[in-house]
């Protein structure tokens, strides 16, 4: 028999950054042979944001974090674990953007450190954070999705370059007595066998930083566009009806479904199967485009700026990305009481 958790895992708050400058559809039409009908039509995204060139992604990432700290009602020196999900980290490869984070913020002699799971990042590290809090070794735990995906876009490359934006989301998960306040369940998983579908080639210790490796273009995104679509829809749609039913949770009892925004045609798809209403599911695709590990908690951050998210709301997730890489979570909103 399972030993029960030393406590329970709340999300308390979440806050998000979204950079300024917005790069249109028809600002692409002028860049690279496609148009706005077709981004439209294939993928839902209008635009989308990019940051500035002086801009980090820890940068975003600690503007992210600073909010969500406010509204959680929780101190900052409270903060024992900071973590960091993105594949566009400030640095190749270290330091890590969660320690940049954690000093812009001035959380020191503090654990921290990245991952790197993609698209899939954020619910990635709710799996994490539940796992350190349930254990008992962490009681207020820092996460932040944040990705400067314009730093590893081929602004000539149409297939990659209308898909992704920039922007950063973070949360406060913290320990809790209370089971009703709990995050339900995370289910995290991966399949190496796709590794090429989404790749950055270089640089890294397959192929190293020089010369050729820049002539090549291989610092850039690659995406094999049609097979991860397909798998996505086909993996998606099984992982979510898995999690509701092993919950004994039925899709009408889910008040906001949040996915990976990707592409308008996989979230329909995957909501259609789920039955999902239109009211049900959340849609930021089309202003903030594909935004990896932060598209999770900006788009979660969306119904709570526009107050759809309400204190004990049941959130699902669900989120797609390199590696390959998924996951899918039922959490819902605890902010703290009092
Ligand atoms: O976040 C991680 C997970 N990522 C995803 O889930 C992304 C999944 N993939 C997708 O969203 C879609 O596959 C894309 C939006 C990337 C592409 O849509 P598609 O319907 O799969 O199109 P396709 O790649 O099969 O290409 C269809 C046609 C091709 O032309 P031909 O060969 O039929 O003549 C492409 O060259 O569309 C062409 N094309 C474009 N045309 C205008 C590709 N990109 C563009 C473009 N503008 N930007």
Not at 6 to 24: D, F, H, M, Q, T
Not at 171 to 179: L, P
Not at 286 to 305: F, L, R, V, W
Request: overall charge neutral; hydrophobic content about 40%.
């Amino acid at each position: 028999m399972a030993s029960l958790p030393n406590s329970y895992a709340a999300l308390r708050s979440i806050g998000a950054y979204v950079p300024e400058k917005i790069l249109s559809n028809s600002d692409l039409e002028k860049m690279v042979d496609t148009t706005d009908e077709w981004i439209y039509k294939r993928t839902g995204i209008k635009e989308r944001r990019i940051a500035d060139k002086n801009e980090s992604t820890s940068d975003m990432g600690a503007k992210a974090a600073a909010i969500a700290i406010e509204r959680s009602g929780i101190k900052k020196e409270e903060i024992d674990l900071v973590i960091c999900a993105t594949v566009t980290p400030d640095y190749f490869n270290m330091p890590s953007t969660a320690c940049i984070i954690s000093k812009k913020l001035d959380i020191i002699n503090v654990q921290a450190f990245d991952i790197s799971a993609a698209c899939s990042g954020f619910v990635y590290l709710l799996s994490i954070a539940k796992a350190f809090i349930e254990s008992g070794m962490k009681k207020n735990i820092l996460l932040i999705g944040a990705e400067k995906f314009s730093s590893i876009v081929d602004y000539t490359d149409r297939s990659t370059c209308i898909l992704f934006g920039d922007g950063a989301g973070a949360a406060v998960v913290s320990a809790t007595n209370d089971k009703s306040e709990a995050i339900i369940d995370v289910h995290a998983s991966a399949d190496g066998t796709y590794a090429d579908f989404l790749v950055t080639p270089a640089p890294g210790s397959v192929n190293p930083a020089n010369q050729k490796m820049l002539d090549k273009k291989l610092n850039f995104v690659q995406m094999k566009g049609n097979e991860t679509f397909k798998l996505a829809v086909k993996t998606l749609t099984k992982d979510v009806i898995d999690i509701l039913k092993r919950n004994n949770i039925k899709s009408e009892d889910i008040k906001h479904f949040v996915p990976h925004q990707a592409n308008y045609r996989i979230i329909k798809a995957v909501g259609d199967a789920l039955g999902m209403s239109k009211e049900q599911i959340v849609l930021t695709v089309q202003k903030y485009g594909n935004t990896s590990a932060a598209s999770i908690p900006m788009a979660i951050n969306d119904i709570y700026e526009s107050g759809r998210l309400k204190s004990g709301d049941v959130m699902l997730l669900d989120t797609f990305g390199g590696g390959l890489t998924w996951a899918s979570a039922l959490v819902p909103f605890s902010p703290k009481k009092g």
